[in-house]
């Protein structure tokens, strides 16, 4: 991966090329470990021996390009559609509270404000595809049409009859293998109980597909940086994760 990036760094014209002070191998590895451990730029560059604005500059310059070198081992959600089975899930992206978007990223269910990012994985567990985000306040359901989700699916299922969406409550109007709501003011059905299990357990993977992504730390602990570029950070991020699984 640094070599990929370095010919990115390279090919760029004279102007346009960022004038390192560290080593680019040593710069990258610095960048890598400020995300995957949510570090602040402050003590990153106490660690590496550079000023705050050195690291700033380093992370939006180096970032996007480790994004661009590590996008051919992404896969998408129409990989996995064609598997037969795919398990998919909602998941927050915390971003601290901001007063300018409060409303509109507040999450109720998990009481912060964030991003919603949707998340498919194969059955054994093996991320297959993260969405671009939208605003936390999103359910579910409205998150998966309005990142595009809901239509392939749908496509999907006409396609093979046969396909197996498995997901939460949330996800019912897109599936027949989610988990069934209790009714109103009834106790829940016997059968919906044991189908429920089932489901809990089958879809059980994806969340362990969600926790690996998380360990990059930028995701989960609260995103401290600009509101704006957090779409493409995630981007990035899930780019990387591909990369760590395909190698």
Do not use: C
Request: charged letters at 20%; zero cysteines; glycine letters at 6%.
């Amino acid at each position: 991966m640094i070599a990929r990036a370095w010919d990115v760094h390279q090919g760029r014209r004279p102007g346009e090329r960022y004038d390192f002070t560290l080593p680019f191998g040593q710069a990258v590895v610095m960048i890598l470990i400020l995300v995957r451990h949510n570090l602040a730029q402050q003590l990153t560059g106490d660690l590496y021996g550079v000023s705050q604005a050195t690291v700033s500059r380093v992370y939006r310059y180096l970032l996007p390009i480790l994004g661009m070198v590590t996008m051919m081992d992404r896969t998408h959600l129409a990989d996995a559609l064609t598997s037969g089975v795919v398990l998919v899930d909602g998941t927050p992206i915390p971003t601290g509270n901001r007063t300018a978007t409060g409303k509109e990223n507040f999450n109720g269910k998990h009481r912060k404000q964030a991003l919603n990012v949707q998340v498919a994985a194969w059955p054994d567990g093996t991320l297959a595809a993260v969405s671009a985000p939208v605003p936390g306040r999103r359910h579910d359901s409205a998150a998966l049409r309005l990142v595009g989700w809901a239509d392939q699916i749908a496509h999907a299922r006409h396609q093979n009859p046969d396909l197996a969406v498995v997901a939460d409550s949330a996800y019912g109007a897109h599936t027949e293998w989610a988990a069934r709501p209790k009714p109103a003011n009834e106790p829940r059905p016997a059968e919906d109980v044991h189908f429920n299990r089932a489901i809990a357990s089958f879809r059980a993977p994806v969340e362990r597909a969600i926790a690996l992504l998380k360990q990059w730390r930028i995701l989960s602990n609260g995103y401290r940086g600009r509101l704006t570029e957090l779409p493409t950070i995630i981007h990035v991020i899930a780019n990387l994760e591909f990369y760590r699984l395909a190698t």
